[in-house]
């Protein structure tokens, strides 16, 4: 899935229920060629190219100011699994 795709439902995501959205990768090895760490990495990569873009097109709509993008950007790569997790 592409990170365009993801910011679409990521962005529906972090406007109903942005405390419940928490950051994750689907590392795991797909083949001899591309292993544990280069598929996680695409994965890393690619959500926080997600989340970059589901937050650019809520500020660019004027849904959200630059200080909540940021906030929710904590709340989903941190805080959210803080909260949970309690640590």
Do not use: H
């Given at each position: 899935?592409?990170?365009?795709?993801?910011?679409?439902?990521?962005?529906?995501?972090?406007?109903?229920?942005?405390?419940?959205?928490?950051?994750?990768?689907d590392g795991y090895p797909y083949s001899d060629?591309?292993?544990?760490?280069e598929a996680t990495w695409i994965a890393n990569?690619?959500?926080?190219?997600?989340?970059?873009?589901?937050?650019?097109?809520?500020?660019?709509?004027?849904?959200?100011?630059?200080?909540?993008?940021?906030?929710?950007?904590?709340?989903?790569?941190?805080?959210?699994?803080q909260a949970l997790y309690r640590f």
């Amino acid at each position: 899935m592409t990170p365009r795709t993801q910011a679409l439902w990521l962005r529906e995501w972090l406007e109903i229920v942005p405390e419940k959205v928490l950051f994750g990768t689907d590392g795991y090895p797909y083949s001899d060629e591309l292993g544990w760490p280069e598929a996680t990495w695409i994965a890393n990569r690619n959500a926080r190219q997600a989340l970059g873009i589901a937050l650019t097109g809520m500020f660019g709509d004027g849904e959200i100011s630059r200080s909540r993008a940021g906030e929710l950007a904590r709340m989903v790569l941190r805080a959210n699994a803080q909260a949970l997790y309690r640590f």
